[in-house]
């Protein structure tokens, strides 16, 4: 059990970028402990990732958003498939143009890469969160496309090549949350995460779950696009706990109120 979240905001967004990661991931910390890890897009709208395999209190300090930052990715994992000794297996994972982040498990990951003809990003790499991100990068980030996946999803990614838009969007077994605000929308596997957020960065958000079966496209703090897919149900899969590493979460939640003070 992973936990996701991330944000698109409009340029003239007053948000703190760098707070604003660290609140969401803080707030997702105790879903995993096992590698943690964040991306922001570029000036050029090259994607540019950080990571670590350490859990999220180790890590908290060392976000930093540059203020021009409109597009973030976070995540925490409590890796199923793909031993996070491999780098290229922890998150955000890149398959080509496309930078992603994922909670739940593909089981038919293998079939679709041979099916495809898709190479592996990188040597010894098998996590099963490549094949989203690699089926998302073949279609353009086709809702239709998400169909062949089996599994449970909850997933959001970054393509290079659409320097505007952010992707987030569930398919079955994994909760997503989405809140808005005036020039800002943010995303989280919680709805306590988003609010979270709003205590520290003083945000009203309107928040609600994202169904199973959508994508949503986001560009500049705005929803602009939602399209349905019929998503795989034809798998069972042993339900783990959500919370997996709660002395994280104490840690970090601890951290970031000590953050929020200095800021004043």
Not at 17 to 32: P, V
Not at 81 to 99: C, L
Not at 149 to 159: E, H, K, R, V
Request: neutral net charge.
């Amino acid at each position: 059990m992973c936990g996701i979240a991330g944000y698109s905001l409009d340029r003239s967004s007053r948000v703190s970028r760098t707070l604003a990661a660290q609140a969401l991931l803080a707030a997702i910390a105790e879903r995993g402990a096992d590698a943690v890890g964040y991306a922001h897009r570029g000036i050029d709208g090259a994607v540019v990732v950080h990571k670590q395999r350490t859990g999220a209190s180790a890590f908290l300090d060392r976000i930093s958003m540059p203020w021009e930052t409109t597009q973030a990715l976070i995540h925490v994992r409590d890796y199923t498939k793909g031993h996070p000794t491999i780098g290229a297996n922890n998150h955000p994972v890149r398959h080509g143009s496309v930078v992603g982040v994922h909670n739940g498990i593909i089981l038919n990951d293998e079939e679709i890469f041979a099916r495809h003809r898709f190479e592996r990003a990188a040597p010894r790499m098998t996590v099963d969160t490549e094949a989203i991100l690699a089926v998302a990068e073949e279609s353009d980030s086709s809702a239709e496309a998400l169909e062949e996946l089996c599994g449970s999803m909850a997933t959001a990614w970054l393509d290079e090549r659409r320097p505007d838009t952010l992707f987030v969007a569930r398919g079955v077994g994994r909760p997503i949350w989405v809140g808005t605000g005036s020039r800002e929308t943010f995303f989280a596997s919680t709805k306590h995460a988003l609010e979270v957020l709003e205590k520290y960065l003083g945000l009203r958000l309107r928040k609600r779950e994202v169904g199973e079966g959508t994508l949503l496209a986001l560009e500049h703090g705005k929803l602009v696009r939602t399209d349905r897919f019929q998503p795989n149900r034809e798998f069972e899969e042993t339900a783990l706990p959500a919370v997996r590493a709660p002395q994280e979460r104490v840690a970090c939640l601890r951290r970031l109120a000590a953050i929020a003070a200095a800021l004043g």
